[in-house]
């Protein structure tokens, strides 16, 4: 085995059976568990490809991928990922890594549902928007930056199984922790604008998504992902069909040349590679729009359960949640004060405040939040904490919504492992 994974290299083996890679790198029996290290073997053959003994392996997460490795296609021009898979692409970022203010283009995590289009080239794309609308229109991107006023905004994506990681009995999917979201300053035009010069008909009611990536399975024609929204969400001024990320083209793996933002919402709302656009008068039914998709039980359950598809209510805007960027977790530290920050997000309502606790929750001291720099950006915080003594400690983090609601302690179990908003804890020992 350590010789196939030499032979063949780690996306190699990662491509033709994800399972073996992972046991053998990280020592782990499945996806749902994360906390394997680098094994002997895994650690010689990780060693040999970075090309020298990693004496801090003990420290590295499963999953994650060193940057010697970041030459490889997949995450060029992407560092502080941890890799899931390669078919399709999937890769989280490290709280610590997400501690800009604004998510840098290298820091962005990647959901993929099908396999990334062949050309991510602006000259020659095509956005074509049509349905229920009074004049289909052919756009190039050009035709985008001169005919529609062009924005910029910090825009705060999460994909909606963010934290599926930390279910319990797991949730099949990916099993992000905390790094499925970022906010990177994006820069294209309003959907709305768009859409308006189209002319909306009276009878649509829903919008239809449309990328260029290609379904798993290589069945030309079949859709990996066709999200669309309500036609009140999609006329909101935030909504952006994005050209450029942080100043420069967006990532092949964030969307380019063009995707949509519809920001607030599921990730997943968020077409990459973004070629059509049509506005239909029913409920969007593309591939995961229907089944149990991105739905929630239209009441608490009990962890395990099982809930009647038919019942599931299709997810809107993403509820409130923080992350701490800073420390990050495991740190040994002798300083008795440390600077403690982060970001939070509310969907469509805002974060009024952020509480933080070293103590289990028993008390909570109030973090200084910034106001979000546009709407739909994520809110920066920070505060310093003193620890009485030398120990371990945990950090923890809860923010409340601008109605009042906080994050809870524990996971709302749900089937499909979304919208897990309970707190972020980091560990500390000082000493
Ligand atoms: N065309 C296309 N768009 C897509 C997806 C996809 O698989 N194909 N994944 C969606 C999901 S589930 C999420 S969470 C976001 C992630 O955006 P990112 O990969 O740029 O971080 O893209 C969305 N847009
Ligand atoms: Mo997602």
Redesign the pocket.
């Known amino acids: 085995m350590l010789k196939k994974i030499t032979d063949k290299g780690l996306f190699e083996l990662y491509r033709k059976n994800p399972e073996e890679a992972d046991k053998l790198l990280f020592g782990r029996e499945t996806h749902s568990d994360r906390r394997g290290f680098l094994k002997r073997a895994g650690l010689a053959t990780m060693g040999a490809m970075v090309g020298a003994t990693i004496p801090f392996h003990r420290n590295m997460p499963a999953n994650f991928i060193p940057v010697a490795f970041a030459g490889q296609d997949m995450i060029k021009g992407k560092d502080g990922l941890t890799v899931f898979n390669d078919r399709p692409v999937n890769a989280e970022t490290l709280p610590q890594f997400l501690d800009d203010a604004i998510t840098p283009t290298k820091n962005h995590f990647i959901?993929n549902n099908g396999i990334a289009p062949e050309s991510f080239d602006a000259k020659g794309w095509e956005l074509r928007i049509d349905g229920l609308v009074d004049k289909p229109m052919t756009l190039s991107i050009d035709d985008l930056k001169k005919k529609f006023e062009v924005v910029t905004a910090a825009l705060q994506i999460e994909?909606?199984?963010n934290g599926r990681g930390f279910f319990n009995p797991p949730a099949k999917g990916n099993q992000w922790t905390y790094g499925?979201v970022a906010c990177s300053k994006w820069t294209g035009v309003r959907l709305v604008d768009v859409l308006k010069a189209a002319g909306v008909k009276k009878n649509a009611i829903y919008t239809a998504h449309v990328g260029a990536d290609t379904h798993l399975s290589g069945k030309p024609g079949k859709l990996p992902i066709s999200r669309g929204v309500p036609i009140e969400k999609a006329m909101q001024p935030q909504n952006m069909i994005a050209f450029a990320q942080n100043d420069g083209l967006i990532h092949p793996m964030n969307g380019a040349p063009v995707r949509l933002i519809i920001p607030g919402w599921?990730?997943?709302f968020s077409q990459k590679w973004l070629t059509r656009v049509y506005l239909r008068d029913v409920i969007h039914d593309g591939p995961k729009m229907t089944g149990a998709a991105y739905r929630l039980p239209p009441s608490p359950v009990a962890p395990g359960d099982k809930v009647d598809k038919k019942k599931m209510v299709l997810i809107e805007s993403m509820i409130i949640k923080s992350i701490i960027t800073n420390p990050p977790t495991g740190i040994k530290t002798s300083d008795k004060k440390i600077e403690v920050r982060g970001h939070a997000w509310a969907g469509d309502r805002t974060v009024k405040d952020i509480q933080i606790s070293i103590d289990f929750g028993a008390t909570w001291q109030k973090a200084s939040l910034d106001a979000p720099i546009n709407p739909y950006a994520w809110q920066n915080w920070r505060t310093e904490v003193a620890f009485p003594q030398e120990g371990y400690y945990e950090i923890w983090a809860k923010a409340t919504d601008s109605k009042g609601v906080s994050q809870p302690h524990a996971i709302a179990w749900n089937p499909k492992g979304y919208m897990n908003n309970s707190m972020h804890r980091v560990a500390v020992t000082v000493g």
Do not use: I, L, Y
Request: hydrophobic content about 10%.
């Open positions: 959901r994909c909606g199984g499925a599921p990730g997943s």
